[in-house]
């Protein structure tokens, strides 16, 4: 009772990456408030999963094992997870901001209402006095967040609702083996106890899933595309712009989320590091977390439409202007030069 | 029937794409003054897919939903020129203070009010608070099932819908059953522009809290054209727990705000111009950075 949970997601069989983080920091945050840390693994084929956790410091292991359950959809999940919550009552409850943990995450905090604290880059134990009500917290879980677009940082509690429930994105969290032989329980879930028919009326038709394969980290030129390249179709000039002169696309995780560009290319804290002799930003902003990944590129082309853009701190060569107006140029312009 | 019954739920946004130095105030609030209020990009994606279904099956509705201030029934306005049929601003002192929780109840409670919905449509995430919550929250307190991170709604017919999913790391196309909550990423069309005659018909749409000091001629000219009133509803057109509302019903509280800062260093400044590109092209041949 009162454990520290964290949602293990799945991959072809695997528990990803952002799940064994969050269980480093779940044993952290267990020992820090002296109690266990519990794993639940949601899908199908799943024997002897528990192994891939347990050396992370998983005291238990929940195992809903079904082929209804992979690959992941929405509402049986949600119902395992609301009904273990409920008879479980953790004090804590982790997932990783993924797709996955994104689509999840909300439904089972409303239906439990429970607070949901989106994309958290720390999380600590601390205490609270709540001065209005003359109300005293201790051992609460500090949720930290950016938001407004990264300009401001707010640290989140959740006082009186459990779970006190969090999502982190993959590569904020450390991943750390406690020991290969640490020893947990497995529970096996009886998933028909758990899951109503309704909840099977989403049907996944077709699925593609890729494993990386394209290599930003080793190219001489990156053309680099951030939310403000605003569509797909504009994200295509970049891709023109990156074959005429020979080089990558790059993205910044806005753009990444957004959907103009794939996971792979993602440049930052929590994408690849990259240190091209030519960098072109364009519609970056070049939030810290950005700049981490790309500020020892030895040049620094910056395309923004707002001059004061902090990306231009960082720039050679700062371009005030929009992009689908800029990109067609500089191709026109190095085609007629290199004729 | 025929045609859908489509909402599309819609956030007024501060743009902060665009946080210029005054975005701060010294106690390091946020100034939304200072911060032009736009229609959140991807409810504008989210819009689209509903007027692509209003295209396709005759006889569709599409009805803005947003919740916020008075100011807020700007984007319903913009949601009318490009095509929406009406909209409804729900605005009340009291749903202030509200986290995604107390935000997707009260916009749940709203749904439940306007009878019978096909399909809600939401971006999939708003810029400001940029947790992707409320249209997830909104499906479960309503028991719909939900399709997130769509690039496209494919098809939406005898009850099915089919959408094409955009994840991390693939697509995935998904079939699903009426009523149902979608939200829309930023990777699906553009939303189309505004439509000069719906300009024309809508530009002196308002809602209540926007009539406040309207002269006689004003008043008169709405109530000739009742198209011209854009829904207005507070916290008593609807059923709800006042417990669950605002500050009150937010689990979440903001224990603090930190303000992040950046500085500057000297750079080359260019212009968008053939010429101008022309020179920089020049200098990366010259100095074999490129070609
Ligand atoms: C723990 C953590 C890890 C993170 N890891 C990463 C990471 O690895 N990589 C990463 O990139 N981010 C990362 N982020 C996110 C980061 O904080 C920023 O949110 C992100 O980098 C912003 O992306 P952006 O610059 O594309 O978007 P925005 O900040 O939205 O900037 C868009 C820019 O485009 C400009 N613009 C708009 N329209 C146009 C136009 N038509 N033409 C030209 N310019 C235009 C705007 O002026 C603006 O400057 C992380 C955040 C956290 C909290
Ligand atoms: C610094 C800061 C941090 C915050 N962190 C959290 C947090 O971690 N957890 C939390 O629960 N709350 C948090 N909030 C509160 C949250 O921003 C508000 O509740 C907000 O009203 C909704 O959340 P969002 O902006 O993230 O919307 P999202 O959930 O990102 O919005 C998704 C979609 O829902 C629809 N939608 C959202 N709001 C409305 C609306 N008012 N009217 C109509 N449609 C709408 C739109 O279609 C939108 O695209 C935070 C607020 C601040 C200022």
Same mark, same amino acid.
């Given at each position: 009772m009162n454990n520290v949970f964290v949602y293990c997601e799945i991959e072809e069989g695997q528990v990803a990456d952002v799940s064994l983080e969050l269980l480093t920091k779940g044993r952290k945050l267990a020992d820090d408030l002296k109690c266990e840390l519990e794993a639940i693994v949601i899908g199908h084929e799943l024997k002897g999963v528990e192994k891939q956790v347990m050396p992370f410091g998983v005291d238990k292991v929940w195992i809903a094992d079904d082929k209804r359950l992979y690959p992941y959809t929405t509402l049986p999940h949600t119902s395992i997870l609301v009904k273990l919550f409920e008879e479980e009552k953790p004090q804590i409850a982790l997932m990783g901001a993924t797709s996955i943990g994104r689509d999840l995450g909300p439904r089972v905090s409303s239906a439990l209402h429970s607070g949901l604290t989106a994309d958290c880059t720390s999380l600590v134990i601390g205490d609270h006095e709540d001065k209005k009500n003359k109300k005293e917290y201790k051992d609460l879980l500090y949720q930290i967040r950016p938001a407004f677009g990264g300009n401001i940082v707010a640290t989140i509690i959740n006082p009186d609702c459990r779970p006190q429930m969090a999502t982190v994105r993959e590569g904020v969290m450390k991943k750390e083996i406690v020991s290969d032989a640490y020893k947990g329980k497995v529970k096996n879930i009886d998933v028909e106890k758990y899951v109503k028919p309704e909840d099977f009326v989403i049907k996944v038709i077709e699925r593609h899933m890729e494993k990386s394969k394209v290599n930003?980290?080793?190219? #001489?030129?990156i053309v680099a595309g951030g939310? #403000?390249? #605003?569509?797909k179709a504009n994200f295509d000039l970049l891709t023109e712009l990156a074959e005429v002169i020979g080089g990558e696309v790059g993205a910044s995780r806005a753009a990444v989320d957004a959907g103009f560009a794939s996971h792979e290319r993602q440049i930052g804290q929590t994408g690849v590091t990259v240190r091209p002799k030519l960098y072109i930003a364009c519609g970056i902003s070049g939030q810290i977390q950005h700049t981490a990944g790309m500020e020892e590129s030895a040049m620094v082309i910056a395309i923004n439409t707002d001059k004061n853009a902090p990306i231009n701190a960082f720039a050679d060569y700062v371009i005030t202007g929009d992009i689908a107006e800029v990109l067609p140029k500089m191709i026109k312009q190095y085609k007629e030069n290199t004729k | 029937m025929k045609g859908l019954k489509i909402v599309v739920l819609a956030k007024q946004v501060p743009d902060t794409r665009n946080v210029g130095k005054d975005a701060m105030k010294a106690d390091g609030t946020v100034n939304r003054a200072a911060l032009p209020a736009i229609f959140n990009p991807e409810d504008l994606n989210a819009l689209e897919q509903a007027l692509r279904l209003k295209d396709k099956y005759e006889g569709t509705e599409v009805t803005l939903l947003t919740m916020g201030p008075g100011r807020a029934a700007e984007i319903i306005r913009e949601g009318l020129y490009r095509g929406a049929d009406n909209g409804i601003l729900l605005s009340d002192r009291a749903f202030a203070g509200s986290d995604t929780l107390a935000t997707s109840y009260a916009l749940s409670c709203t749904l439940k009010k306007m009878g019978k919905i096909d399909i809600i449509i939401a971006g999939r995430q708003a810029i400001d608070g940029d947790t992707a919550q409320v249209g997830p929250q909104v499906a479960e307190k309503l028991g719909f099932p939900q399709i997130t991170y769509a690039e496209d709604i494919v098809s939406a017919e005898k009850g099915n819908v089919v959408v094409k999913r955009r994840l991390e790391r693939g697509v995935e196309t998904v079939e699903g059953k009426m009523p149902m909550v979608v939200t829309v990423n930023a990777s699906a069309p553009e939303c189309r522009p505004r439509n000069a005659k719906f300009v024309m018909k809508y530009k002196h749409a308002r809602a209540v809290s926007e009539m406040q000091n309207a002269t006689e001629d004003y008043i008169a000219l709405h109530s000739n054209r009742p198209y011209l009133n854009i829904g207005e509803w507070s916290v008593n057109d609807i059923d709800t727990n006042a417990e669950e509302l605002g500050l009150t019903g937010s689990p979440t509280k903001v224990k603090s705000i930190e303000n992040v800062v950046f500085q500057a260093k000297e750079a080359k400044v260019l212009e968008p111009t053939d010429a101008d590109m022309g020179e920089l092209m020049k200098e990366l041949i010259a100095n074999h950075t490129i070609g």
């Open positions: 930003i980290k080793n190219a #001489g030129i939310y #403000g390249v #605003g569509s | -």
